[in-house]
């Protein structure tokens, strides 16, 4: 089984020893990752970023599932590249898995940047009077329902690890979990 | 030709009003626009997000496009929800429109909320070191090459409108898009 390994874990300063790192974890669960191309690619050719795309559209295609990288990023939810990659790969029917470093729910993570208060019907909103979800799941609904039924669970630690960047506990959870469907489907 | 009509707009106030407005500037372009079903759903019920989530998706699956609001949304990125329903829509197949009402680049967005610096390799990067995406492109790469192969341009205004969530301008050259595609499929 091959396993398209999404995250913003291309933007970290380490990026290629991640990717090994992760590829190494499948390996050992008898899979194959497939790592973004981003840093593969000569950053300073005019059509650098429609190289990337390709590239990675391409290994989405050739995958047979995706593990995404859902650690909050930049704000209260995840990656934008991460989530799109998520929804393009549940919309070709792969398997979808996906971890977070970062266990709170999602009206937790709004209210560590935004003032959260409580509209008059009784609602959470925003400083903008924008709705903040508030199901008591991780991230926006979308995305950890369609893991709920086009894959498994979204994954998250108990407790926030210290290298919310490098700790790969959670990765390899959702590791066996596709090496489970993998035995699954060729038993 | 029948298109879902991706935003945060679902959480604004006037979630509803602002639904009925572009599906009556569909109307006018003779196209049909599904509004997400996030405000038709008893939100006291115990599963009132998977509701909403399997609602989504029966009305994805049902239609030909997709026209994604991508306005930064608790953030520099797009709203996570909306960029999950882009991805699902281009995996399917499905012709792609997008639009922002904010046209800065990703890395101007990103300097408001983070202190972006220069490393040691000339690129970008944000506090915790994590590279910034710097391709004069109003945000992550995946979304915004997905629009230019499956569909069309993001369209941005020139300039920020007052009423950022409320401006329609930029949603109606889409649907104008969508519309003139949908009379070369029928010609």
Redesign the interface.
């Known amino acids: 089984m091959k396993i398209y390994l999404a995250g ?1 874990d ?4 380490d ?1 290629i020893e991640i990717g090994r790192r992760k590829a190494a974890i499948c390996a050992r669960h008898g899979l194959t990752g497939l790592y973004p191309l981003d840093n593969a690619v000569d ?1 300073s050719a005019a059509d ?3 190289a ?3 590239g ?2 391409a290994m989405m295609d050739a995958a047979d599932a995706i593990i995404a990288n859902l650690t909050p990023f ?8 991460t ?10 029917g792969k398997l979808c898995f996906a971890y977070s470093n970062d266990p709170a729910d999602y009206a937790e993570r ?1 209210a560590r ?2 003032a959260v208060t409580k ?1 008059s019907g009784g ?1 959470l ?2 400083d ?6 508030d ?1 008591g ?1 991780p ?8 893991l ?2 086009h894959g498994a669970r979204m994954v998250t630690p108990r407790q926030r690890p210290l290298d919310i ?1 490098h700790d790969l506990t959670s990765f390899e959870t959702c590791v066996r979990l596709a090496a489970d469907r993998a035995i699954g489907k060729s038993g």
């Open positions: 913003p291309v933007f970290l300063p990026a950053l650098a970023s429609l990337i795309f390709e990675n559209e930049r704000g209260p939810s995840a990656d934008a590249g989530v799109y990659e998520l929804g393009y790969m549940a919309g070709r709004v940047s935004f509209a609602h909103i925003d903008d009077g924008l709705t903040v979800e199901f799941l991230d926006n609904l979308m995305m950890i329902h369609t709920d039924l960047w």
